[in-house]
Protein backbone atom coordinates (compact mmCIF):
# COMPACT_ATOMS: atom_id res chain seq x y z
CA UNK A 1 0.00 0.00 0.00
CA UNK A 2 1.11 3.20 -0.91
CA UNK A 3 2.37 5.93 1.52
CA UNK A 4 0.54 8.62 -0.39
CA UNK A 5 -2.82 6.55 0.11
CA UNK A 6 -1.95 5.95 3.66
CA UNK A 7 -1.71 9.95 4.41
CA UNK A 8 -4.98 10.69 1.83
CA UNK A 9 -7.48 8.22 4.07
CA UNK A 10 -5.86 9.66 7.49
CA UNK A 11 -6.56 12.98 6.12
CA UNK A 12 -9.50 12.71 4.19
CA UNK A 13 -11.98 15.84 6.01
CA UNK A 14 -15.10 16.94 3.50
CA UNK A 15 -13.03 19.89 0.90
CA UNK A 16 -14.61 23.23 2.18
CA UNK A 17 -16.23 25.22 -0.62
CA UNK A 18 -13.75 26.63 -2.62
CA UNK A 19 -13.58 30.62 -3.04
CA UNK A 20 -12.85 32.21 -6.40
CA UNK A 21 -8.87 32.52 -7.37
CA UNK A 22 -8.27 36.21 -8.48
CA UNK A 23 -5.26 36.94 -10.54
CA UNK A 24 -1.29 36.73 -9.23
CA UNK A 25 -0.12 39.48 -7.43
CA UNK A 26 3.43 40.77 -6.90
CA UNK A 27 4.37 42.74 -3.84
CA UNK A 28 6.83 43.69 -1.53
CA UNK A 29 7.43 44.39 2.21
CA UNK A 30 9.70 46.69 4.06
CA UNK A 31 11.65 44.96 6.19
CA UNK A 32 14.49 45.93 8.53
CA UNK A 33 18.02 44.75 9.37
CA UNK A 34 21.10 45.41 11.07
CA UNK A 35 22.51 47.88 8.76
CA UNK A 36 19.09 49.34 7.57
CA UNK A 37 15.63 48.71 5.88
CA UNK A 38 15.65 46.01 2.22
CA UNK A 39 12.70 44.70 0.83
CA UNK A 40 11.43 41.76 0.75
CA UNK A 41 9.08 40.55 -2.32
CA UNK A 42 6.70 37.98 -2.26
CA UNK A 43 4.11 36.45 -4.58
CA UNK A 44 0.20 36.20 -3.91
CA UNK A 45 -2.18 34.02 -5.01
CA UNK A 46 -5.63 33.62 -4.28
CA UNK A 47 -8.62 35.74 -2.95
CA UNK A 48 -7.29 38.90 -1.61
CA UNK A 49 -9.49 38.81 1.40
CA UNK A 50 -9.28 35.21 2.31
CA UNK A 51 -8.32 35.08 6.35
CA UNK A 52 -6.75 31.37 5.48
CA UNK A 53 -2.75 32.19 4.71
CA UNK A 54 -0.48 29.93 3.56
CA UNK A 55 3.22 30.65 3.40
CA UNK A 56 5.50 28.92 1.24
CA UNK A 57 9.33 29.98 1.89
CA UNK A 58 11.73 28.01 -0.61
CA UNK A 59 15.37 26.68 0.10
CA UNK A 60 18.71 28.27 -0.28
CA UNK A 61 19.17 29.33 -3.61
CA UNK A 62 15.85 29.30 -4.97
CA UNK A 63 12.76 31.82 -5.15
CA UNK A 64 9.37 32.23 -4.50
CA UNK A 65 8.35 31.13 -7.60
CA UNK A 66 9.23 27.59 -6.90
CA UNK A 67 5.46 27.16 -5.37
CA UNK A 68 3.87 27.86 -8.94
CA UNK A 69 1.97 24.50 -9.01
CA UNK A 70 1.53 24.08 -5.39
CA UNK A 71 0.19 27.82 -4.90
CA UNK A 72 -2.63 27.37 -7.90
CA UNK A 73 -3.82 23.75 -6.73
CA UNK A 74 -4.29 25.88 -3.15
CA UNK A 75 -5.29 29.06 -4.36
CA UNK A 76 -8.88 27.78 -4.66
CA UNK A 77 -8.79 27.52 -0.76
CA UNK A 78 -6.47 29.93 0.56
CA UNK A 79 -4.62 32.88 0.25
CA UNK A 80 -1.05 31.96 -0.53
CA UNK A 81 1.57 33.95 -0.31
CA UNK A 82 5.25 33.11 -1.49
CA UNK A 83 8.33 35.41 0.00
CA UNK A 84 11.88 35.59 -2.06
CA UNK A 85 13.69 35.46 0.83
CA UNK A 86 16.12 38.43 1.04
CA UNK A 87 19.33 38.36 -1.25
CA UNK A 88 16.58 35.96 -4.12
CA UNK A 89 14.54 36.74 -6.77
CA UNK A 90 13.05 40.13 -6.87
CA UNK A 91 14.14 40.85 -2.91
CA UNK A 92 17.15 43.43 -2.52
CA UNK A 93 20.41 42.37 -1.66
CA UNK A 94 21.88 43.29 1.41
CA UNK A 95 24.50 45.66 1.11
CA UNK A 96 26.44 43.90 4.58
CA UNK A 97 26.64 40.38 3.30
CA UNK A 98 27.50 38.75 6.84
CA UNK A 99 24.01 40.17 7.46
CA UNK A 100 22.22 37.45 5.57
CA UNK A 101 21.55 34.26 7.93
CA UNK A 102 18.71 32.75 10.27
CA UNK A 103 18.10 35.93 12.58
CA UNK A 104 17.51 38.07 9.99
CA UNK A 105 15.30 35.38 7.90
CA UNK A 106 12.83 35.24 11.26
CA UNK A 107 12.50 38.88 11.78
CA UNK A 108 11.59 39.40 8.01
CA UNK A 109 9.25 36.78 8.25
CA UNK A 110 7.39 38.04 10.92
CA UNK A 111 7.09 41.52 9.30
CA UNK A 112 5.83 39.87 6.25
CA UNK A 113 3.01 37.99 8.61
CA UNK A 114 1.73 41.55 9.92
CA UNK A 115 1.60 42.70 7.03
CA UNK A 116 -0.89 39.80 5.75
CA UNK A 117 -3.16 40.74 8.96
CA UNK A 118 -4.05 37.30 10.02
CA UNK A 119 -3.61 36.09 12.97
CA UNK A 120 -2.28 32.18 12.25
CA UNK A 121 -0.83 31.02 9.15
CA UNK A 122 0.01 27.48 7.53
CA UNK A 123 3.90 26.94 6.52
CA UNK A 124 5.22 25.01 3.97
CA UNK A 125 9.06 25.40 4.09
CA UNK A 126 11.37 23.70 1.58
CA UNK A 127 14.92 23.09 3.21
CA UNK A 128 15.59 26.62 4.77
CA UNK A 129 12.30 28.21 4.19
CA UNK A 130 11.80 24.87 6.44
CA UNK A 131 14.37 25.80 9.34
CA UNK A 132 12.97 29.17 9.36
CA UNK A 133 9.31 27.45 9.65
CA UNK A 134 11.01 25.32 12.26
CA UNK A 135 12.19 28.86 14.48
CA UNK A 136 9.30 30.11 14.30
CA UNK A 137 6.95 27.00 15.04
CA UNK A 138 9.02 27.11 18.58
CA UNK A 139 7.80 30.25 19.72
CA UNK A 140 5.36 30.87 22.56
CA UNK A 141 2.69 32.06 21.39
CA UNK A 142 3.62 31.41 17.31
CA UNK A 143 1.32 31.92 14.71
CA UNK A 144 1.91 28.93 13.02
CA UNK A 145 -1.05 26.58 12.62
CA UNK A 146 0.33 23.82 10.62
CA UNK A 147 3.54 23.46 9.83
CA UNK A 148 4.99 21.53 6.27
CA UNK A 149 8.81 20.86 6.67
CA UNK A 150 9.92 19.69 3.02
CA UNK A 151 13.00 17.36 3.27
CA UNK A 152 14.68 19.03 6.41
CA UNK A 153 14.70 18.35 9.69
CA UNK A 154 16.34 19.13 13.44
CA UNK A 155 19.57 17.42 12.28
CA UNK A 156 21.09 18.52 9.12
CA UNK A 157 24.24 16.59 7.80
CA UNK A 158 27.28 17.85 6.71
CA UNK A 159 27.74 15.91 3.55
CA UNK A 160 24.80 17.65 2.43
CA UNK A 161 25.97 20.94 3.15
CA UNK A 162 29.53 19.98 2.03
CA UNK A 163 27.75 19.20 -1.38
CA UNK A 164 25.98 22.75 -1.72
CA UNK A 165 28.93 24.44 -0.91
CA UNK A 166 30.98 24.37 -3.69
CA UNK A 167 28.50 25.80 -6.16
CA UNK A 168 26.75 28.38 -3.77
CA UNK A 169 27.77 31.77 -5.80
CA UNK A 170 29.61 30.37 -8.25
CA UNK A 171 27.19 29.62 -11.08
CA UNK A 172 28.70 30.85 -14.42
CA UNK A 173 27.08 33.41 -16.50
CA UNK A 174 24.82 32.02 -19.50
CA UNK A 175 25.28 32.58 -22.62
CA UNK A 176 21.56 31.80 -23.27
CA UNK A 177 18.54 30.07 -21.82
CA UNK A 178 19.34 26.62 -23.14
CA UNK A 179 23.05 27.15 -21.25
CA UNK A 180 21.10 28.00 -18.19
CA UNK A 181 18.39 25.35 -17.93
CA UNK A 182 21.51 22.86 -18.70
CA UNK A 183 23.30 23.84 -15.62
CA UNK A 184 20.12 23.73 -13.51
CA UNK A 185 18.79 20.74 -14.62
CA UNK A 186 23.03 19.73 -13.88
CA UNK A 187 23.02 21.44 -10.27
CA UNK A 188 19.10 20.62 -9.26
CA UNK A 189 19.11 17.08 -10.32
CA UNK A 190 18.21 15.48 -7.04
CA UNK A 191 15.11 17.37 -7.26
CA UNK A 192 13.98 14.19 -9.29
CA UNK A 193 12.13 13.56 -12.88
CA UNK A 194 10.25 17.05 -13.85
CA UNK A 195 9.05 17.04 -17.33
CA UNK A 196 10.97 19.55 -19.91
CA UNK A 197 7.96 22.09 -18.63
CA UNK A 198 8.83 22.63 -15.42
CA UNK A 199 12.62 22.46 -16.30
CA UNK A 200 11.66 25.43 -18.39
CA UNK A 201 9.83 27.10 -15.55
CA UNK A 202 12.55 26.99 -12.84
CA UNK A 203 15.03 28.45 -15.00
CA UNK A 204 12.81 31.05 -16.36
CA UNK A 205 12.25 32.24 -12.46
CA UNK A 206 15.85 31.27 -11.95
CA UNK A 207 17.73 34.02 -14.61
CA UNK A 208 17.95 36.99 -15.05
CA UNK A 209 19.15 39.35 -18.19
CA UNK A 210 22.89 40.71 -17.77
CA UNK A 211 23.21 44.42 -19.30
CA UNK A 212 26.22 45.20 -21.02
CA UNK A 213 27.97 44.09 -23.89
CA UNK A 214 28.49 40.54 -23.13
CA UNK A 215 24.53 40.01 -22.15
CA UNK A 216 23.70 36.45 -21.33
CA UNK A 217 22.03 35.82 -18.19
CA UNK A 218 23.04 35.20 -14.43
CA UNK A 219 21.27 33.56 -11.16
CA UNK A 220 18.76 35.47 -9.44
CA UNK A 221 20.65 35.46 -6.31
CA UNK A 222 23.28 37.47 -4.67
CA UNK A 223 26.42 35.57 -5.06
CA UNK A 224 27.93 36.38 -1.33
CA UNK A 225 25.09 34.04 0.12
CA UNK A 226 28.42 31.72 -1.05
CA UNK A 227 30.41 33.35 1.34
CA UNK A 228 28.44 33.21 3.68
CA UNK A 229 27.84 29.78 3.53
CA UNK A 230 31.36 29.11 3.03
CA UNK A 231 32.29 31.17 6.27
CA UNK A 232 31.73 28.70 8.32
CA UNK A 233 32.29 25.63 7.03
CA UNK A 234 30.38 22.25 8.25
CA UNK A 235 32.61 19.56 9.74
CA UNK A 236 29.84 18.14 11.83
CA UNK A 237 25.62 17.39 11.78
CA UNK A 238 23.83 20.45 12.73
CA UNK A 239 21.45 19.54 15.57
CA UNK A 240 17.99 21.57 15.89
CA UNK A 241 16.35 18.82 18.02
CA UNK A 242 15.65 21.38 21.07
CA UNK A 243 14.14 23.74 18.39
CA UNK A 244 11.89 20.61 17.08
CA UNK A 245 11.27 19.49 20.78
CA UNK A 246 9.39 23.07 21.03
CA UNK A 247 7.32 23.36 17.94
CA UNK A 248 3.79 22.63 19.35
CA UNK A 249 1.33 22.39 15.62
CA UNK A 250 0.65 19.73 13.95
CA UNK A 251 3.88 18.84 11.74
CA UNK A 252 4.03 16.99 8.39
CA UNK A 253 7.60 16.26 7.34
CA UNK A 254 8.40 15.07 4.03
CA UNK A 255 11.59 13.41 2.73
CA UNK A 256 12.65 12.77 -0.61
CA UNK A 257 13.99 8.91 -0.69
CA UNK A 258 17.28 9.82 -1.72
CA UNK A 259 18.00 13.32 0.33
CA UNK A 260 21.17 13.65 2.00
CA UNK A 261 20.14 16.40 4.17
CA UNK A 262 17.05 14.80 5.68
CA UNK A 263 17.94 10.96 6.85
CA UNK A 264 15.34 8.46 6.86
CA UNK A 265 16.44 7.60 10.53
CA UNK A 266 16.07 11.55 11.50
CA UNK A 267 12.25 11.25 9.85
CA UNK A 268 11.55 8.18 12.02
CA UNK A 269 12.49 10.39 15.12
CA UNK A 270 10.76 13.23 14.25
CA UNK A 271 7.78 11.31 14.08
CA UNK A 272 8.28 10.03 17.65
CA UNK A 273 9.54 12.94 19.12
CA UNK A 274 8.50 16.72 19.58
CA UNK A 275 5.56 17.49 17.67
CA UNK A 276 4.97 14.13 16.45
CA UNK A 277 5.07 14.67 12.76
CA UNK A 278 3.14 13.01 10.22
CA UNK A 279 5.89 11.54 7.69
CA UNK A 280 6.15 10.99 4.01
CA UNK A 281 8.79 9.97 1.87
CA UNK A 282 8.52 10.53 -2.20
CA UNK A 283 10.67 7.71 -4.04
CA UNK A 284 12.87 8.79 -6.97
CA UNK A 285 13.31 12.02 -5.38
CA UNK A 286 16.80 13.24 -3.44
CA UNK A 287 16.92 16.99 -1.98
CA UNK A 288 14.38 18.15 -2.43
CA UNK A 289 11.07 17.02 -3.36
CA UNK A 290 9.79 20.55 -5.80
CA UNK A 291 5.98 20.01 -4.90
CA UNK A 292 5.22 20.32 -8.67
CA UNK A 293 4.01 16.74 -9.11
CA UNK A 294 0.53 16.12 -8.35
CA UNK A 295 0.77 13.65 -6.01
CA UNK A 296 3.27 15.60 -3.47
CA UNK A 297 0.93 18.71 -4.05
CA UNK A 298 -2.01 16.03 -2.87
CA UNK A 299 -0.42 14.77 0.33
CA UNK A 300 0.02 18.75 1.46
CA UNK A 301 -3.58 19.42 -0.05
CA UNK A 302 -4.93 17.06 2.53
CA UNK A 303 -2.95 17.79 5.47
CA UNK A 304 -3.74 21.40 5.48
CA UNK A 305 -7.27 20.38 4.75
CA UNK A 306 -7.73 18.66 7.89
CA UNK A 307 -9.22 19.39 10.92
Known amino acids: ?50 PRVVICVHGLTRNGRDFDDL ?72 PIRRLVLNDVGPLITAVSLQRIGPYVGRAPRFATMDEAEAYIRQVSAPFGPLTDAQW ?16 GFAMVYDPALGDVFRATPATEDIDMWPVYERIGCPTLA ?35 PMLMDPGQIAVVQNFLRAV
Open 200 to 215: RHLTHYSVRPVGGPDG
Open 71 to 142: AQALAGDYRVVCPDVVGRGRSDWLGVKEDYGFPLYVSDMVTLIARLNVEQVDWVGTSMGGIIGMLIASQPHA
Open 254 to 288: LRGAESDLLEHSTLEAMAARGPRAQTVEFAGVGHA
Open 1 to 50: MSLFSDLSRAFEPPAPPRRPVHGVRERHVQCIGPHGLHRMAYTEWGEADN
